[in-house]
């Protein structure tokens, strides 16, 4: 009796127990990295870890090796045009090479600090940059795309600390990307939080749904991967070479479809709108991009975005030669000596073009004049009329930067290092520019001037809820959003100047006649 | 007696991995963010004169005051705005609270400790309220 | 003086409907057309087309009335008197001249009438019916391959706009014209018109 008791008591308790026994397991994956030997290791760099992982994840980095996160090099099949961020020149801090320990901080790989880099070696791959999930996982400038092993100053000088990283705790915890590890670049390009894209910064981390319907935390809560989705480590969408006009409809599973599928219409299709009132908009989606409408502003988030750079006021010093730092009444710095005058913007309305995805970058060694007035960093294609093109919302980044005035190109300087010609230690830009066109194998004719140009960004992100999407009088009024956007008939913006003189003097013809008439009736009958 | 002994060992076994279980959970620190955010700031911001960010302290401050359990200034228990009941009473209004309505409350109290642990003035990623 | 009853109640009831929806449509179309600003874009082209669908309702049961009844024979033109009131309008009103037409049952509009109301239905009607429809269904049409502007259509559409104006200025003047300043206004109301004189209707 006693027994059988016993036999009952230890079932219920293994019944209650086990369960909750079996609860911690990990639901959203299958393996739980804590539990590998190979991971229970001291590790003394991020390539060591590197080899743990490719000891099970056998090819993942020859993976990694085909894709421009690798490279930073990508040739557009379309124009022959060599980009990559290896190779093209932007207005914000201009260029990559002679500053690679600098920009590759941002790149997935360790040691990328020269020219010599060995794009081959699979032990380079960062796996954990992309793949962290503690958040503690961060590559400093400077280390060329090293986590501190030590105690590290962020900057020489700054008295910020960065503790060594715990490889080990790390690495035992990864897992899927997420807005925090793709963040932990994106949200930063253009060397600081929000600075290039405005649509793009750290307030997407986490989201709330009227910065992002879709990312939003505490709803959808997509991660970038949700519609970037990736195969074989390869990544979905491009600034390239994007998808401006999807007409291939929505996916559907079992429907082979290799389209772009981080597009609005890859989910929601080309005529998303509900039946009634709101199905009049469907008949907008073949002139006007979904993001248009549906990101109303951008910067939203409380991050400002840097609007404009004037790299030629840098280099302003104190009478002491020290360098000098502006700041607005928010504390954002408007002046620095290193880089020149900023304008920032939050909640930006953007500016609208027609686009057709094709994007013609202006390269080192391409001619620039300054009579030409403003150089575009890239040329957005797209018309009316191609077919291809819809009405696109874009941050416009103006500024001016150096080129060499006598061989009329662009010029690659040499910014960031502790050496005697890096120009945010020493500000000469004789010498800057030297060095960085050497790194870049360009002839420098020693002169330098600066030139106005321009760069636009196509804004896809932060994405309102539909509440908050723009209403019709945004754009279907004389000076509306869309007031300078050509090719195209809007109603309430457009109208024939001539038809409507005439058709308001026949009206107010008539109407003067009518009165006229009447009041010679009332005049004569009094008679 | 064997058969016993057996059970006995089953039974120890059984409950030993369950309360292994419970101690193994770890905090989640990006449901951490989100409930402080949503829940937390939303609340102090307006209504309690302002929102506190997680670097405002150091990591020990915050151990000292979450083991304190005391919220406005000792008048009621900081627990209890994780717990279940709280996140009901504001479900309604409250997306984050909502969300996580079910989440056992030792469980959400980790996943917010993990949050402001990390982002504290001395912690990992040191973090704003927004 | 006399009464002869002139307009039967679906007539009436034709008329001030669409009078109702005309001014609603010039209101909302001229707001839309971007001249001012009165209910908001979105309002306006609301109800703009949904008066649109009312009108071209009402427009199908009206050309099937006046089909089955006959009554579109009321605007056949004529020139006959057609001087005579012309001149009636310029000179003879302001002298309290007589009325030189005869309004009966049979002929309820005076020829000046007969060709501006025929003018409306074969002209400005059809015009604002047919652009108002590619407007609308512009996206379609296109999609069909008839690579038809939407600013032609447009520009259609508001010179059909400012003649509809136009005609309606007049035309509310011209209800003051009567035997008093209100009697073809009662008229349109009631369907009984006053008449000067000793004119018997004609049954």
Redesign the interface.
Known sequence: M??RH??L??GF??A???P?????AKLNTTADHSKFKELQQEFASGPEVTKACLGCHTEAASQVHRTKHWNWEFLNPANQQRLGKKNVINNFCISVPSNYAFCTSCHIGYGWKDGNFDFAAQENVDCLVCHDT???Y?KLPGLAGHPPYKDTEVLPGSGKIV?ATDLAKVAQKVGKT?R?TCGACHFFGGGGDGVKHGDMDS?L??P??ELDVHM????LDFTCGTCHKAASHDVAGSRYTPVARDTGGAHIRGKEDDSNPATCQSCHGETPHKKG?AA?LN?HT?VVACQTCHIPKIAR??VATKMSWDWSTAGQLSPEGKPLLKKDDKGRVIYDSKKGDFTLGENVEPEYMWFNGDITYTLLGDKVDKTDGITHINKVGGSATDGRSLIWPMKVFRGAQPYDPVNKTLVTPHTAGNDDTAYWKNFGWEKAIATGMKASGAPFSGQVDFIKTDMSWPITHMVAPKEAAL???DC???DGRLAKVGG??I??????PL??L???L??GG??A??IG??A??LV??KD | MKTRRILVTLLATGLAAASASALAYEGDWKRGRVYYRSVCTACHAAQAGGSIAPSEMTKAQWQAYLQADKHAKGKDSLKQYVGKPYRASIRAQNKAADKFADVPDEELFEDLKAFVIKGAKDGDAPASCS | MERIYIFKRFERIWHWTQALLIIGMMATGFEIHGSYTLLGFARATTVHTTAAWALIALWVFAIFWHFTTGEWRQYIPTTENLTAMIRYYLTGIFSNAPHPFRQTQLRKHNPLQRLAYLGVKLFINPLIWASGLAYLYYNEINAAGYAIGLGSIALVHSIAAFLMLTFFIVHIYFATTGHTWSSHIKAMVTGWEEVEGDARSVP
């Not at chain 1, 939003?216 to 709803?219: E, F, K, L, N």
């Not at chain 1, 109603?491 to 024939?496: A, N, S, T, V």
Request: charged fraction near 25%.
């Open positions: 006693k027994i016993l036999v008591l230890a308790a293994l209650s127990a086990l909750a026994g079996a609860a911690p503690t958040g503690a961060k503790k997420s925090d307030s981390a986490s709330d749904k939003d935390a505490t709803g009132e009049k008949d073949n988030g409380g209403g019709c009088a279907h009024s004389r195209v008939y109603p309430g913006r457009d109208h024939d038809i409507d005439i058709g308001w026949m009206a008539a109407l006649g009518v008439h009447g010679l009736r004569r009958r």
